[in-house]
């Protein structure tokens, strides 16, 4: 919800407790003789208000038309059947008639409906004024930035520089198109030429206007002798001020109509009424006075706040008084006393503002925004996209002689991606995927399984021969036996070389003879073979230790292609997509932002004598809360969004004071600081 629906249900819900008649007043009505023709009436009376209330829907606020088109429909009662009687000065004045209960009940009811029809209206009106009156900040910050930089200021300078030339061009063609209409009539004196030398030919007419179109720039290169000590720079960064100065003139005073509209509507309505019969009418009479006297007032001031801005005051200095005026006026001239306005007075007058001063308003605003606001997007972007336009049969003609090019350069790129995909994604995926399942095929391994094996019996065979045909290397005195043989086998698994060993050291001692005989060549193939298995073994071991850690280099082998992956669908999602995440940090940013300018106005703002803040204060604060509920919409979570809700209004409340309204900003700071990084 926002702070116009807020109010007008807060207002909406005041008039709910207002009790037109009281309670056997009421009953004795529809007891009547007369009761068939009012009820009707009154039932008629009744679905208006109901169709104008703030529960009739989701949507508190109804359209313009809507809202007049309900009026029309209620006829309300236009005057009274009067009798001419005399006061006693001797002047005659209508008396009013004396009315049945049902009658009364009947222009209560019109009275309450068209307080309904004022409550649509004034929230009309403010929704509005904030329509209006935020986007400008959007404008102010534009000149800020052209006035920032002198580099801004030329890139301003060269867009309006065709609409500057256009109007100078208009301006010479007027004046030149004036002089030459005086100049048939015979009122102007030329030295050049005079009257009776124009010929009646188009040749003739067309040099006429020529020389007088020559004279018009002279004379105004002479009046603009001033300007012309300036650059074009300096006079466009004058014009920014200017127009900047401008909207924030017509800023605050939007922004003062909106604190006094919010400040000044309100009903007030007493709900602890007696109940018996006297004194509820007693105090029926007492409030009837205040809740009318009160929608006259917002009439009057929102009749008053659209004419005075729709005519652009000078400053809000004499908008503020003016305004004030006509509200007190209304309040103690209009609605008191015995003038009697009925019902159908105050409809015509809403339907004046709704039909004729709202959108006089929203016209005025538009008008002044673009006379005063940022350039349009054609003036803004004419330049770049004239150089597209000339520069197009340029990048057309590339395009077509580079056609074949192009297709190559797309075909690759196709196929890297596809390949990219295939290679370095689902490849690696289904590695690890296979890993996980325990697939052999998926197994890393840098020797196969049955290799040592071989490698290790081969060796063992080896050693026990070597050792059967050289018992004495081995330690024995004879043949071996089946023991002596185990324990060789035993002691080879090991890596004991002690038979092979003892054989190569003797046969170092006779290298020749060893060499001859066999045995010293034989036992260096053995150590060969021992070197073999040895190297294998460590083989095995590294084997075992990428079998152990499988998982986690295919995940590395995968790591790559995910984290590419992910940034190019990150790129895609932040730029085509969603966006979700990107736009939550944004709205938390700008949040943030929004904080710090209700920070400022705070700081700013002078109060009156009270501690509270000025009209246009207020307004500024209620524009800047008015974007950051919209700015927090769905940022936070459902309990914390309705408390930060409730901590927005309680600062809002302009009653309290500045300086709680202070400890107000310091605590939606610290309290939500999580959901605002």
Known sequence: MSIVADQVRKIDSQLDKIRLV?????????????APAHTDRIAELNSIIKALSTTASSRPLLSPWRVSTLLDQASLTESWDSQITEDQYGICEPERPKEDDATKYEIELEWLLVSKATVQTY?????????????????????????????????????????????????????????????????????????????NGITAQWKQFYELVRESIRQRSVFDLQKRVLSPVALCRAEARRKQAKLKQFRETASTA??????????????????????????????????????????????????????LPDGVDNFVPAAIEAFQDSVHQTFVGDTHVRPAEVGERLQFILNELLPDHVKATQKYVAEYGRPSRLVRYWLPAGLFLLSSTTILRIFASRRAEIITWVHDLGSTVRDFWMNWVLEPTKKVIGTIRHDKDSEVAIM????????????????????????????????????????????????????????????????????????????????????????EVAISGIDKLLKSQELVFGLVGLTPGIIVCFAAFRYLAGTFGNRKGVRHGKRAGQTVRVLRNIDRILTLASP???????????????????????????????????????????????????????????RIRWAYAKWLR
């Open 22 to 34: 009281p309670k056997s007043v009421q009953d004795g009505i529809f007891t009547s003789s007369q």
């Open 123 to 199: 929230g009309l009106v403010m929704s509005t004024l904030f329509e209006h009156t935020v986007p400008l900040n959007d404008d102010i910050w534009y000149w800020d930035e052209v006035l920032g930089s002198y580099a801004y200021t030329g890139i301003y300078t060269i867009q309006t520089s065709p609409l500057r030339l256009w109007a100078w061009t208009k301006d010479i063609f007027n004046d030149a198109r004036g002089r030459f209409t005086r100049l048939q009539e015979g009122t102007l004196e030329v030295e050049r030429v005079s009257a009776s030398d124009i010929g």
């Open 608 to 666: 009156t004598d009270s501690d509270v803040l000025s009209y246009k204060d207020h307004g500024l604060l209620l524009c800047e809360v008015h974007v950051l509920r919209s700015r927090a919409r769905n940022l936070f979570p459902g309990e914390i969004e309705r408390e930060f809700l409730e901590d927005v209004n309680d600062l809002c409340d302009h009653h309290s004071g500045l300086v709680t309204q202070l400890k107000v900003l310091d």
């Open 448 to 535: 196969s399984k049955e290799s040592l094996k071989g490698d290790r019996d081969s060796l063992e065979r080896m050693v026990v021969d070597f050792a059967v045909d050289n018992p004495a290397a081995a330690g024995a005195d004879g043949a071996l036996n089946d023991a002596q043989i185990s324990e060789i086998r035993a002691k080879v698994r090991e890596g004991d070389l002690t038979p092979v060993l003892r054989a190569y050291e003797q046969d170092l001692k006779k290298p020749f003879v060893g060499t001859v005989r066999g045995d010293l060549i034989r036992s260096l193939l053995i150590q060969v073979q021992k070197t073999k298995v040895d190297v």
């Open 258 to 311: 909106i604190g006094m509209l919010v400040d000044e509507v309100d009903f007030n309505i007493n709900d602890d009424l007696p109940f018996d019969s006297l004194d509820t009418a007693k105090a029926l009479e007492s409030v009837d006075d205040e809740w009318k006297i009160m929608v006259g007032g917002a009439i009057s001031l929102m009749d008053n706040l659209l004419c005075n801005i729709a005519s």
